[in-house]
């Protein structure tokens, strides 16, 4: 007997009865805010809400008769259980005989009919991509509606908290001065009119931040610049007295979030208007595309000038950044110490030991909020690249093996992001010989010296090769770019060493905050990742060129107990030992409580 | 007094004469053969003849009433003293203000006129950008006409010596069965015609080799290839009887190669033509974009399919190299051990010093010729990127500092490349850290392990790190790929920090050969540059993909007298001595004479 999930099916059908209504055969809703942020808030879970998946990368096809929902291999069983009931059909991306979305919108989509979707939470790219695709089948695309808005009446609202304003002494520069530097580019584009759709980009520029998105502190909004005026789209609500004022001296025109489109048809264009397709949607792209030819006047997609002047920190955001991380650096050594003074004492799970962690950081002077959820993953659970411990579902913390800990903050200061595996137990020599690379290549990226004109592709190899010179790899990027009280995760430098087509590689430059964390993940049995956070520091230019290397920001013990000097060679050796002074010289001063001071002294020998 | 040159001037005056009858207002002549190869031959030099400038690079460009010569900055000296007196104005090439050749010719070509130039020596890229930045200016282009050809009475012949048959057994694969890959390459571009014009791509097709460019083993030809034909335009003089049985019985159809053009016009062609951008001439170019207008098919632009092919060496011809390298690693290593005993006892030049290689070379079995000439530069000539000792001009050896040797061989079996910077007498400790790390740079490259996926980018840094420690670089690539009896640079790997655009970022993969060469070079003092050849290895597959790695092909003793240990590793300490006992394992059964044995095993000792 197959047990129908009745409450699905409902939803379906008001659906279905809103698609006939609209003029809409087909209906996608994808995983996505309206600015692609990469955590979603419950008012865009439409697909969750009409299928059931509440996995973070899905979308859902519906027609009147079907309905199929994409998702990728981590989430198949997820995904199965969750939609069983549902008549909702599963596609497994990238199995063999399983198509594409495009390609199931080709083969069933007939001429004349209409595919719909909400324009403002699909990419421009995925957006041009279909236009051109179902070209072929004479069909039409309807991205102006949002079908969920009628029929699904309990719907969260949409995120809408105060928003606030960063003095010009915290960020190290005025808005005006930002905004010089924006239209300076405006220029070089030839370019009047600039549309900025990126969330924390528009923070920047602003010195100000919100509180829409989870661990990202941006408001939801828009920024259209011209050489003359600078109009700003938030909700009417998060504006503050504070806000109101500061952007009235700033020269900052408030205008309403959802009032964009209807802006930017009332704009009198008269040059050539400048935007970044990869993060615009398509809703926003059309409108601006529309009104660009009525005036007879070109889009110019360029990369949003914003990017690299936001990644590059000024003197006083380093010098910001780098007292946040040292107080954050001593906040985890503290934990580190806790979770081994508790370990086998008192009951500890991955929850209760990430709870603790988190609460600590709460006290830290500045504390905004964490920068993302704290990844606490015991023994074999720290192998799976996305696993999240619930309170209702999480291992007990034992005194055997690791627990792998990645955590992080965003202060008035600073975002924060680090990994220490912590051993609270016995462990193989296996283990300690992968743990011992993993700090190896750590150390030896760190150290690295290159000449500008390098990205993170050169240098990868130096956090590798150890592991590499093994047989073992990890599959997931050495290193990303860390935003200043803001996202921890921003372009456009990246660690990888190979880049898919549309990946970004950026060289390393003065300035920027790059993270540095490679690991070992043994499926069923454990994990290790050892993560810390630089910055790129410029050196001598001579003949050769401008040489470049990285300062560390991050200042916690790396535990001894799983390194084995025989897999060190003496430069390694060397380059821990300095580490490690420099963590007991750097940290030691934070930390009152003598019994962790005896501690760290200890943990920060030199090997 | 200023002196002329009457017999440029003369030269100048009866070229302007043939561009009025022609009908030319401007006329361009650059630096080529027909095929862009490495070395020109005496024939195409027409810019040295009208200008006297014999340098590697320039390009004149002749109006009735001026005449103007580009070169770079390494020739801006020699230009200026070469066209003394010859009425030809010198245009520094990046030097500011200095307009580009293209930029001259838009300010000055008036509506109406005509650029000429032979279409044969111009790529397809500089063609096409002329014709479009030259457009606005209403100038037409004349592109079949050399007007060298009757203003240039005793010009040198083109090129044209014997060709001859490799046998399937030394190329490992036949004809046919490397013409079948081809066309499956053609079946895959959905192409029905091929035009192959790089000339050792022609050559390792076909398994012939000819005598045409200097120190190449090529032959002037071009490939014209369908599913059922291929025709091989070569000047009919070469064709030996051998050649001709061998064509005959492969079913490769003789047709001479200047009726190239007319056979593209006779063509009938009933598909897509693939042809490479890259290697293809302007005026073939022209002649195949006209050819598939008019039966209304396209041109697919791809990269020649041959390359990869012939990139990637099959087990014989490693065979064969493998053997190669070890004899031409020991007749090396025999002259290495006749500087060091002549040094200050004979008279040795640079010059001298090169001959004596090149006929201990001439000796072994299955010579061809040298795989270019033989660098020999002492002290601080070999600083200097260009650097050429002639007879006349070159430095006396003396027991004091180092002499810089590159070299290589093309033989029956395979075509070498090798450089060793030999300790002749009393050398700095400075050179001594600077050599050390030049060798560990080569020696960690040479150690890497790597997933498939990595290209040269990813791996070059291991070559440069011991220096770049010490804020030290080599401003050249740090490898290149190396043919199979055919051209000492080939491509598409390379090992590179950096890519310029239009530069080819390929994948390593089993089968290349690869140089590694890091260096040291300081202005008027020395340069160091150690050069080992690597063939790239499959190693093991797993869980996270295809492990390669490196295996040297050559055997030469490193100069143990300017290593410091002091600045290695204990890795690096391995890697050299586990080098040298293979160096004296492989190397002392080819070599008879006991006292150089004796030396060789003192040289190659551990450290």
Redesign the interface.
Known sequence: MSSENKVIQDRLSLLRKKMAEEGIDYYMMPTSDFHNSEYSADFFKVREYFCGFDGSNGTLVVSQDAAGMWTDGRYFIQAENQMKGTSVELFRMLEPGVPTISEFLIANMKEGQTLGFDGRVISTSIGEDLEKKLAGNKVSLKYDKDLAEDVWTDRPQLPCHDMYVLSDELCGMSFAQKLSLVRDKMNEYSTTLYLLSKLDDIMWLTNLRGNDVECNPVALSYAMITMDSFDLFVQKKEITDEVRTYCQNAGIGLKDYHSLISSIQDTNLKGDVLFDKRNTNYLTFKALSGKAKEAGVSLKNEKDPTEMLKACKNDTELKNVREVYLRDSAKLTEFIYWVKENVGKTKMTEYSAAMKLDSMRAELPGFIELSFPTISAYNANAAMAHYEATEDCCEEVKPEGMLLVDSGGTYMGGTTDVTRTIVVGKISDEIKRNYTATVVGMLRLAN????E??SG??????AR?AL??M???Y?HGTGHGIGYILNVHEGPQNIR??FTPGQNEALLLPGMIVSDEPGVYIEGSYGIRIENILEVVS??T?E??H?LHFAHLTYAPIDLEAIDPQYM???DIKALNDYHDMVYKKVSPLISDAKILNWLREATRRI
């Not at 690295?448 to 000449?451: D, E, G, M």
């Open positions: 690295a010296n290159f000449l004109g390098c592709k050169n240098v990868d190899i130096l090769q590499w010179d047989g073992i790899d599959k060493w190979r050196g001598q001579n050769y060129g040489f060679e003496p430069r």
